[in-house]
């Protein structure tokens, strides 16, 4: 059966997800933001994680070599962050929307939960890169509800 991408990609958006915004700082020290669905967990011992990036993103050859980088889980008022670093050429991070973590990647205020990831390995995965990240820390916000994603809208859990 041929499948028709515009077909398939309806039908993965049948599965809800969160919403992330994948964080660096590139070599020319500029921190970074990538809002992504794609994330997922894969190893609880050794701490693994999973996220994959499009082989075409403009931004590629940072997030797909970046050592040290952050997945930040959004909540329902990050709204306006995910459109904003879901656009093209426009992946600068303001700086009133993260702080620094303890192992230099930049953490998204008031996210869900940030995960601090050493890339652990990358894994060719057709039009994206597959990337795994070994979790060096986390930090949890208390309270919040979080940002869904469901058939190409966001939702919330109400
Ligand atoms: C809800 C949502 C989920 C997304 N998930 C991913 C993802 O998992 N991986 C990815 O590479 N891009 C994802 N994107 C697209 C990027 O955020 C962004 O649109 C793209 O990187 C822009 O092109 P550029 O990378 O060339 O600047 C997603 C966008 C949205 C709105």
């Not at 959004?74 to 929307?97: C, Q, W």
């Not at 820390?137 to 109400?158: T, V």
Request: charged share 20%; proline share 4%; hydrophobic share 40%.
């Amino acid at each position: 059966m041929d499948i028709d991408s515009r077909a398939l990609r309806n039908a993965l958006g049948r599965f809800a997800t969160g919403v992330c915004v994948i964080s660096t700082v590139s070599e020319k020290g500029e921190p970074l933001g990538l809002t992504a669905n794609s994330f997922a967990s894969v190893s609880l011992d050794p701490p693994l994680v999973l996220w994959s990036l499009q082989n075409n993103s403009d931004v590629y050859d940072i997030f797909s070599s970046a050592r040290y980088y952050a997945i930040n889980v959004l909540a329902t008022d990050h709204l306006e962050h995910s459109n904003r670093y879901a656009k093209k050429g426009d992946h600068l991070l303001d700086p009133g929307h993260f702080r620094s973590g303890k192992f230099g990647a930049p953490l998204v205020e008031d996210a869900l939960v940030s995960f601090e990831c050493e890339l652990h390995a990358t894994h060719e995965g057709g039009d994206h890169l597959i990337i795994v990240g070994r979790v060096t820390d986390m930090q949890a916000r208390e309270d919040g509800e979080p940002l869904l994603f469901y058939s190409g809208s966001y939702r919330n859990l109400a």
